[in-house]
Nanobody, 117 residues
Framework: QVQLVESGGGLAQPGGTLRLSCTTS??????????MGWYRQAPGKQREFLAA???????NYADSVRGRFTISRDNAKNTVYLQMNSLKPEDTAVYFC?????????WGQGTQVTVSS
């Protein structure tokens, strides 16, 4: 069974950077056609959309992260990235990647990001 695996989370200082990665546990045919997204969930809050990179090549961002976070993908590696700059304490959350295809969607297990001095 294919899984999404996130990595790259950890502790960062305010103003710092982290780069998250999300890759499939096995190669997915047609990965380039999938829509990939990043979400996060802070304690006591609902899961929040952050960024998406469609199979058609377009990107979109939530207002809360636009200009600070950048989503990218490497289809040859079945991987999507989230470059996070100018991190703020309010960015602290568990970050999840999401894959959507014509056959359904899947979520990763999440990776913790903590922004604190």
């Amino acid at each position: 069974q294919v899984q999404l695996v996130e990595s790259g989370g950890g502790l960062a200082q305010p103003g710092g950077t982290l780069r998250l990665s999300c890759t499939t546990s096995t190669t997915i045919r047609g990965f380039s056609l999938t829509d990939m997204g990043w979400y996060r969930q802070a304690p006591g809050k609902q899961r929040e959309f952050l960024a998406a990179y469609t199979g058609g090549g377009s990107t979109n961002y939530a207002d809360s992260v636009r200009g600070r976070f950048t989503i990218s993908r490497d289809n040859a590696k079945n991987t999507v990235y989230l470059q996070m700059n100018s991190l703020k304490p309010e960015d602290t959350a568990v970050y999840f990647c999401n894959l959507r295809a014509n056959w359904g969607q899947m979520w990763g297990q999440g990776t913790q990001v903590t922004v604190s001095s």
